[in-house]
């Protein structure tokens, strides 16, 4: 490990990621769920710091968030499962985490923010794991980290670590709108009835011809979430979100995942406008973004260890 910089830093930007359609095959022995998902990166990020801590130390904020920062906090777990791996407990990091996805909504933020940090740590750290090695440590960490590490559009399976990534999808506006709901993943997973497609649409889904917007609109238009019930039935507020989306002539309203956020995409891009203009409002928050070929990228690095101001100002000055 000799002739490394351990004073480098680096700022990423951790995207979020959608489901634009989400089938559940059958439950597993394990107690998971056996799934199909075609899932999408888009623009909307956290961004994470990451600074070499030459006292072998882990640490991290959020400031102006409520998350813990030990190990409570997945992108905590992920350091320390990356050192373990690397096998050299001088390793460490100040890791400090901007949050800007919503958390408990469908998003995908604390999976974008782990796998930010396992792509980091692994340049800043030098250890050349190869994507495929930080996606099989990823998938010890959360189903949907794995997606994270490359993001783009890719089919997931399995639960949700086995891969197919697709061409990507060209770089479509989409709405997401977050009713300001905190669901836990599990307490979606662990209803009584949930629908199963044990052969639906994402299994006969081929990436070929798909390239203009109006091709991924009717194509995405012909998938759906079999979670959304159970969410809808638990968060009527979120029913009503749909219920009104779909009012206002759009193509899709959807809910991203286990919830609580919905996607919107249509055709025409003044209907998109018009309709998230219509449902924002104090309890709903909209963010209008659009689809990213990649789940995580590096904003800005430089061997700044001894200046961490100097990364925050410029991520303050990018934010
Ligand atoms: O893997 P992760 O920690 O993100 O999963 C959170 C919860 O979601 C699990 O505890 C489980 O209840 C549920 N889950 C599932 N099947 C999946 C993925 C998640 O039942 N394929």
């Not at 836990?184 to 990436?207: H, V």
């Not at 924002?280 to 963010?287: C, H, K, N, R």
């Amino acid at each position: 490990m000799g002739g490394i910089d351990r004073s480098a830093g680096l700022v990423l930007a951790a995207r979020a990621k959608i489901n634009l359609g989400l089938e559940i095959i059958g439950k597993r022995r394990d107690g998971y769920h056996e799934l199909r998902t075609l899932m999408q990166s888009v623009g909307l990020s956290d961004r994470l710091e990451l600074v070499s801590d030459r006292g072998g130390r882990i640490a991290l904020r959020c400031p102006g968030s409520k998350l813990s920062t030990d190990s409570g906090n997945i992108a905590f777990q992920a350091a320390e499962r990356l050192r373990e791996c690397s096998g050299d407990r001088r390793l460490g990091v100040r890791i400090v985490l901007r949050k800007r996805i919503p958390v408990g909504a469908g998003l995908g933020g604390g999976s974008a923010d782990a796998a930010a940090v396992l792509l980091g740590l692994n340049r800043l750290w030098g250890l050349r794991l190869r994507l495929d090695e930080l996606e099989d440590l990823a998938a010890g960490l959360g189903s949907d980290v794995p997606f994270c590490i490359r993001g783009g559009t890719q089919l997931s399976s399995g639960r949700g670590e086995i891969l197919r990534p697709l061409h990507p999808f060209p770089a479509l506006p989409v709405g997401l709108v977050y009713p300001t709901l905190f669901v836990p993943t599990s307490s979606i997973y662990g209803a009584r009835r949930i629908p199963l497609t044990r052969s639906g649409p994402l299994t006969r889904l081929r990436d070929c011809g798909i390239t203009t917007r109006s091709d991924v609109v009717s194509c995405v238009a012909r998938l759906h979430n079999d979670l959304e019930p159970i969410v809808v039935r638990k968060y009527r507020r979120v029913g009503r979100l749909l219920d009104r989306l779909r009012g206002l002539g759009v193509e899709i309203a959807r809910v991203s995942g286990s919830g609580s956020s919905l996607f919107v995409m249509t055709k025409e891009r003044t209907a998109l406008e018009r309709a998230l203009g219509e449902v924002a409002d104090g309890e709903t928050q909209v963010f209008r973004t659009w689809f990213r070929r990649r789940g995580c990228v590096s904003i800005v690095s430089r061997g700044a260890g001894r200046d961490i101001g100097a990364i925050q100002r410029r991520n303050r000055q990018l934010s």
